[in-house]
């Protein structure tokens, strides 16, 4: 990895995308310290405090990289594009006319970007309005009146959107997916303050003996799952394929043989933010209203807040965990069926004169593929559980928040990582082969 970047800063144009990239997420961490006109940044720090045992708040903080917390310009960041995308990507399975859009390649693409874009701006509009209204009636706007709401909700709709196009543009003239990179930065901007409340809760004041041996876990712990997430990554099924050989003449045309990978973790993250979202939708939504009752709402949102699960002091509320690990499952199920189609990939297979040994062409190839695929979601869905769970058995035992080495944090830092490396990898290769036909 190192080698590769070390080629890559040697070439003229692969420098030039990434010092733009860098100098773009520069201003994004700049933008990320700019406080909003009129906004008390102590009533919010104080109150954002008060809700970090909520690991909702702890995971939008990280995604963020502190705006959030700061009541910063980018206080909403990209998370109003990342559910954009997620509802548009939905709606594409359950809308026939959107389906359409999205099968007509490249013009489709770009007509499924712009709604996206619109739809980002729709949902930063709203989570603007509602925060600006919510929390203003309760202090974190110095003088609550209509001028001051209206500046907040424009601020905040403007930061989101200048950052879904400052992604695009890296995405354009940089190096890698520009929405993915800025979140990337995000949660790599936390680690460090992660790691110093890691360093005083287990080592500052413990005894030389203590403290290296609980540095040595520390690094154990974050270490084997960045391995268990390098592992869940790569995993891949190989499934043989052969092709049929065309006669033209006297010669043979299309013979030989390749694999068809699939990926053991096929849906990626996403199982764990649609199963994060269920479960921390009441929790939020009850907070930013102030609800602080009792009765049976209340003992309902401890079930679902991640607070309690693992908790040697409320073992009954774990039951919640329980119900997070078979959303996990569904979802790992769910999102695959929407994003991978084995009666389309058999069609392929058998227009292009490709089959599986052994497999008939059409609907036997599509229903193997089904069977295999059945099999491998369920280890990818077990090996995610044990990445997604790991940060809360700590966090219930041990009483640790450090969202950015969460299972979800370094599913997205070590994905995002790898497949920027593999672009630039692309870059260097299409430079030699340029070069080679030159000379």
Excluded at 174 to 190: A, K
Excluded at 413 to 424: A, D, F, G, M
Aim: hydrophobic share 50%.
């Amino acid at each position: 990895m190192l080698e590769t970047v070390k080629n890559a800063f040697k070439d003229k144009e692969i420098r030039k995308r990434l010092l733009f990239t860098l100098l773009m997420l520069i201003i994004i961490r700049i933008g990320a310290e700019l406080p909003i006109p009129g906004v008390n940044r102590d009533y919010f720090s104080n109150w954002f405090a008060d809700q970090l045992s909520s690991d909702s708040f702890s995971m939008l903080d990280a995604f963020t990289g502190g705006s959030f917390e700061n009541m910063s310009i980018l206080a909403l960041n990209i998370t109003p594009y990342i559910t954009s995308s997620i509802i548009i990507q939905l709606l594409t399975i359950a809308i026939p006319k959107l389906e359409e859009i999205q099968e007509e390649g490249e013009e489709g693409r770009k007509i499924l970007t712009n709604i996206t874009r619109y739809v980002t701006i729709a949902l930063a509009l709203v989570e603007s309005l509602a925060m600006a209204i919510g929390f203003g009636r309760q202090g974190l706007l110095e003088d609550y009146n209509a001028k001051n709401v209206i500046i907040c909700v424009a601020v905040l709709t403007a930061g989101s959107a200048f950052l879904m196009w400052l992604g695009e543009r890296i995405t354009e003239s940089g190096v890698g997916n520009g929405i993915s990179i800025v979140l990337t930065i995000n949660i790599i901007s936390r680690m460090p303050q992660d790691i110093t409340s890691l360093f005083s809760q287990f080592v500052s004041g413990k005894t030389i003996a203590w403290g290296i041996l609980n540095t040595a876990i520390i690094v154990a712990v974050i270490a084997g799952m960045t391995f268990l997430v390098l592992l869940l990554n790569d995993a891949e099924r190989r499934i043989p394929v052969s092709y049929a050989r065309k006669i033209n003449g006297r010669s043979q045309l299309g013979s030989g043989s390749s694999v068809l990978p699939l990926k053991v973790n096929t849906a990626g993250v996403m199982p764990i933010i649609f199963a994060s979202s269920i479960m921390s939708f009441p929790v939020i939504i009850s907070t930013l209203a102030g609800y602080n009752g009792t009765g049976w709402w209340s003992e309902a949102l401890r079930y679902l807040s991640s607070t309690y699960w693992c908790n040697p002091s409320y073992p009954k509320y774990t039951l919640g965990l329980v119900v997070y690990i078979l959303l996990l499952i569904f979802f790992a199920y769910f999102y695959t069926s929407i994003t991978f189609n084995p009666l389309l990939i058999a069609d392929n297979l058998k227009k292009s004169g490709g089959f599986i040994p052994g497999i008939r062409p059409g609907q036997p190839t599509s229903d193997y593929l089904q069977k295999i695929l059945n099999y491998i979601i369920f280890i990818g869905a077990c090996m995610l559980i044990i990445v997604a769970v790991i940060p809360y058995l700590f966090h219930g035992l041990l009483n640790t928040d450090a969202s950015s080495f969460g299972g979800t944090s370094l599913i997205i830092v070590v994905s995002v990582v790898l497949e920027t490396v593999k672009q630039i990898e692309s870059m260097l290769q299409v430079k030699n082969y340029k070069s080679f036909l030159i000379d």
